[in-house]
């Protein structure tokens, strides 16, 4: 038995036959039927039921696929680690949170690394972003740090593996339509918000409030609305008095018909960003936080 048979179950189980297995897997199906027949007679062990439809796991076929998918996800583990190192000059990855300086920051740095031939960008969730860095993934992760999460996302990092530096901190800002009745205040108040919905931006699925994406705890409001989706959030706040909350660093908010106000007596947040332990970045990655450091520079006027 080897990894590519694994593979091979898998992909059948996935597609529910092996001609569009055979097809995925770019191999011509009596090779694939070949294989399978022979990891079968290995195991002594008859893994797929076949019929003229498709392919459908035997009980032993389903434990296997379950045994193999964790093995499998391992090996992944360890090929994207230890990628030779022709793979990881044509390659660059990170995750973070959805901020609008990734599209500024990147844009340089194409202009600059002509040689790299694919670039992944992945916006996600705090918890997402950690594991995409941990699972070697990503290169570099990028997320915010405050009072209330930076001791428990600490932890969580440090059991990764993982460790961070935090380049920039900012006020939380107040996120309103240019319309609203608070859009001349020069700061604005939890009490001045109260009288306004909320939109909430959040896709985490678990109850650690450490991991949620919005800066500003519940505030008593009457109305509060839930999304998962950037854009909805950003049409709500264009057509509404409804507010939400962010980091300030956004260019050229009156585009979107937004005014970013600092929000009084705010927390202290900081972008950070977190990349395995006692792991020389590439000169991309290097390339790519010295930007990020200049963009904040430039941004802030420090």
């Given amino acids: 038995m080897n990894i590519q048979q694994m593979k091979y179950v898998v992909a059948i189980a996935n597609n529910g036959s092996f001609r569009e297995a055979a097809k995925k897997l770019y191999i ?89 031939k694919s670039f992944r960008i992945f916006e996600s969730t705090t918890q997402k972003i950690i594991q995409d860095v941990a699972k070697f993934r990503s290169e570099l992760g990028i997320i915010f740090l405050n009072d209330q999460n930076s001791a428990a996302i600490g932890r969580v990092l440090e059991q990764e593996h993982l460790e961070y530096e935090s380049l920039i901190s900012f006020k939380t800002h107040i996120f309103i339509r240019q319309g609203h009745p608070l859009a001349s205040y020069e700061e604005i108040s939890e009490q001045d918000l109260r009288a306004y919905p909320q939109v909430r931006f959040t896709q985490e699925t678990n109850n650690y409030s450490y991991f949620q994406e919005d800066l500003v705890d519940a505030i008593e409001t009457d109305r509060v609305i839930h999304t998962s989706d950037r854009a ?71």
């Fill in 232 to 302: 909805t959030l950003t049409g709500i706040l264009q057509r509404t008095n409804a507010y939400g909350t962010g980091s300030g660093l956004v260019e050229n908010p009156q585009a979107q018909d937004l005014a970013l106000i600092p929000l009084k007596d705010s927390t202290i947040n900081r972008i950070t960003v977190i990349r395995p332990k006692n792991k020389e970045l590439s000169p991309i990655a290097k390339k790519f936080v010295h930007f990020l450091k200049q963009y904040f520079t430039e941004t802030s006027g420090v």
């Fill in 28 to 116: 011509a199906q009596p090779s694939l039927s070949h294989a399978i027949k022979e990891l079968e007679e290995e195991l002594s062990t008859k893994l797929f039921h076949r019929t003229n439809r498709g392919a459908s796991l035997t009980d032993e076929g389903v434990e296997f696929v379950l045994m193999a998918q964790k093995l499998l996800a391992q090996f992944d583990l360890i090929e994207t680690r230890y990628s030779n190192e022709e793979q990881k000059n044509v390659h660059f990855s990170i995750s973070a949170q959805h901020y609008d300086f990734l599209a500024i920051v990147i844009s340089k740095l194409l202009t600059t690394e002509v040689n790299y």
